[in-house]
């Protein structure tokens, strides 16, 4: 087969690699964004060498791997690699600056496809900020997610290729799932579920209500019949109430089915307990077992 998943979208700032430009230039702006929609225009830093990054090395830097199935993860906070010929992000004047890791969600994505590969015989799409959020935060709006030129290129492989990647299960099977998939202390026995309230899962709950995530056979019910603490908790009447700070950041509220490109986006801050010492082996194994449930029971049928 042709591989053509990759798919070359204009990029307004391409002419101008000195300026940041606001707003994202993949997909329309999110029609909630009060936390996103603010214009700023920043200048980059110039870093000392300016040596561009090679393609091998943005390949490396964000490692993306085409799936079979209409599920796309996406894992932007756990990589460790260096940008190289590039400073670490300064954040100044940044309120939500964050360059803490979200350890353990890179093995814990990779395990969960290769758990999925075993129950469905087919693979998740497996989209992976290998470069240390230092330098990049992918769950940002382009103003606020970088300072230097190759950081800049670092996050727009990641968007186009999490885009190219909706677009493809969106023409395959009209609909599916992104998981955007983080890792949280405040809760340390706890999954976080953030979907804008709802808002970035807006076509699943049209056509299946809330039980398709928080039902005995939903994503987030079935990890708590498992056993897991799930935030909010799934049996309580105010299970469309999520924790505020992890209610949904940029890549849902970008790629979520209220937009017209997106999927159903769930954000998942997966609690340190559940991944550090190596338990990201069996939550990894729980996850893909409610995915698998989930394509069973809510699998898109309009499939193209
Ligand atoms: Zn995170």
Redesign the pocket.
């Known amino acids: 087969m042709l591989r053509h998943w990759l798919i070359p979208l204009a990029v307004a700032g391409a002419a101008f690699p000195n300026t940041v430009f606001s707003g994202t230039p993949y997909l329309p702006a999110p029609d909630s964004g009060q936390e996103y929609g603010s214009a700023t225009l920043s200048t980059f830093r110039v870093d000392e060498t300016g040596e561009p990054l090679t393609p091998a090395v943005l390949q490396r830097l964000v490692t993306v791997e085409p799936g079979t199935l209409p599920v796309v993860f996406s894992v932007?906070?756990g990589g460790s690699q260096v940008i190289p010929h590039t400073s670490p992000r300064r954040g100044l004047g940044l309120a939500d600056f964050q360059t803490v890791r979200?350890g353990w969600t890179i093995e814990l994505a990779t395990a969960c496809a290769a758990e999925m590969e075993g129950l469905l015989k087919g693979r998740p799409w497996l989209i992976i900020a290998q470069a240390d959020r230092q330098y990049v935060d992918v769950?940002r709006p382009p103003e606020r997610a970088y300072e230097s030129p190759n950081a800049q290129a670092v996050y727009r492989r990641y968007h186009q290729s999490v885009a190219a990647a909706c677009q493809q299960v969106r023409q395959r099977w009209g609909s599916g799932l992104l998981l955007d998939l983080?890792?949280q202390g405040e809760f340390p026995e706890a999954i976080c579920r953030g979907t804008l309230n709802g808002q970035t899962v807006r076509l699943l709950l049209d056509r299946h209500g809330w039980a398709a995530l928080t039902g005995k056979r939903g994503l987030l019910g079935y990890l708590q019949r498992q056993g897991y603490k799930t935030l909010p908790d799934c049996s309580a009447t105010t299970q469309n109430r999520e924790v505020p700070h992890y209610r949904g950041g940029y890549i849902v509220t970008t790629y979520g089915s209220h937009t017209d490109q997106g999927l159903d986006a769930v954000q998942l801050e997966i609690g340190i307990r559940l991944r550090e010492q190596g338990r990201w082996k069996e939550t990894a194994r729980d996850l893909a077992n409610a995915i698998a449930l989930w394509l069973e029971e809510f699998l898109p049928t309009n499939r193209h």
């Open positions: 932007p906070h979200d769950n983080h890792g």
